[in-house]
């Protein structure tokens, strides 16, 4: 017999101790769980955060205006970026909806009034100097599923190529313009006899008697698949562009129908400057410009200091003559007949350009915005 037994109650009560004891670690883990879902779903208020850096230096910008002291920038993914200073701050602007398509041109109409352009056919119009903007025209791309409102403001017009098939009557026509796409506008003219134009890739063009509000079709078979890429209006008011493959076209009656001219070169141009005496200027790839005195009846080559493709160009208040293009090049003329390059070798790709006070221009590029001299060869960030 064990003298040492321990009373039977005695031991009940120590082993139910020891679980209570053994059960701490995971009550306690069960409460700090709690405590932690309590606090993450509980109301708090809104952390402030910093405010949205814009950093101009990053961005590929495509085209820049100018209207007093308002400074506005549009490129990639959509971005309108505003300054009031040519050497910032840079803020965004308000787009309305927002889009990622890439906007390729912009172009004061008049003191308040601004029109952009870009891909898939968008079209946006601001009526603050560019603090905020509205789509007015946009094409998307074909999607699956059910298709805009037809009466939306920025639905596909009628003759959109995925709104529907065409007709056996349109399709056998062979003079009926080709259905509209979600292609690139690549500028914006005007306006000239209160029209505005807005043109782009594969021969699109459409024009707006509303100062930009709404936009109608314009077709030419002269266009065919070209690129349609500037726009100017002649000293006699004839309508002037020029294209891809050295498309050179006039109209005569606002753009209702054209007229393709005599091919004088066989590569691209990419921009056309009616100049103060009133001459015309067009540029393009390889330097190649040339120049008109008799309303594009005839044309000059002119003798370039540089090789380099010229995309973007100016004319400042003193009649001076400012092109930009690949390679960061600058060349500038007193007459636009005498070009001294005033800037090269550059890694960036300048698409355009507003000249400033003396020698100094503020570009965009695929190196953002920057502030360039004649003596700075790689430009200076703002």
Known sequence: MNTHAQPLP??????????????????????LVSAAAIYAFSPRPTPV??????????????????????????????????????????REASVEPRRASTLTQLRFIDDRTVIAVGHDAWILRSEDAGASWKTVFHIDSPKDGPLPPANSAAAAPADAGFVGPPDDTTAADSDAPPPLQADPLLGIAGPYANRLYAFGAFGMMLSSDDQGR???????????DHHLNAMTQLADGALLVVGERGLLARSEDGGKSWIELPSIYGGSFFGALRLPSGATLIYGMRGHVFTTSDNARSWRPLEMPTSSSLFGGAVNEQGEVVLVGAASTIISSPDGVQFTLRNGGGRNDYASVLPLDGARWLTGSDGGIRLVSAQATAGARP
């Open 10 to 31: 005695a031991l009940q009560i120590r082993r139910h101790a020891r679980r209570h004891i053994a059960g701490w670690p995971a009550i306690v883990f069960v409460l």
């Open 214 to 224: 709404s936009w109608q079709r314009l077709y030419s078979p002269v266009f065919g």
């Open 49 to 90: 955060f910093p405010a949205t850096q814009i950093h101009p230096q990053d961005l590929l910008v495509t085209a820049l205006a100018r209207q007093d002291s308002r400074v506005i920038a549009v490129g990639e993914q959509g971005h309108i970026l505003i300054a009031d200073d040519v050497n910032g701050p840079w």
